[in-house]
Nanobody, 127 residues
Framework: QLQLVESGGGLVQPGGSLRLSCAAS????????IGWFRQAPGKEREGVSC????????NYADSVKGRFTISRDNPKNTVYLQMNSLKPEDTAVYYC????????????????????WGQGTQVTVSS
């Protein structure tokens, strides 16, 4: 069974950090673009960051630039999202997704580019 599983979410105070993980089972992530998306209550799902198959190219939403870092460890079949200087507005369910195709700017925003999705992990930033 092809699966993506997110972990690492939780409750953190403003200014704190979390590292999310996205692990694949049933297939290798080596050739896939991986994206992180988030969805807050009452809002649409939005792209946070994405990374190409080699890890050499990344893209970030303006709202997280300089605070979040995406990376991948292909031998471990895992992609990470390091989130620093967290703000209350970062509160959301975070999803990872995998898609196959040529790298381009659409990967950050277009959910239709992705073939596989995880179940999501809750991130809550609150004092």
């Amino acid at each position: 069974q092809l699966q993506l599983v997110e972990s690492g979410g939780g409750l953190v105070q403003p200014g704190g950090s979390l590292r999310l993980s996205c692990a694949a089972s049933g297939f290798t992530l080596d050739y896939y673009v991986i994206g992180w998306f988030r969805q807050a209550p009452g809002k649409e799902r939005e792209g946070v960051s994405c990374i190409n198959s080699s890890g050499g190219s990344t893209n970030y939403a303006d709202s997280v630039k300089g605070r979040f870092t995406i990376s991948r460890d292909n031998p471990k079949n895992t992609v990470y999202l390091q989130m620093n200087s967290l703000k209350p507005e970062d509160t959301a369910v975070y999803y990872c997704a995998a898609g196959f195709g040529l790298w381009g700017s659409s990967w950050l925003s277009e959910t239709s580019e992705y073939d596989y999705w995880g179940q999501g992990t809750q991130v809550t930033v609150s004092s």
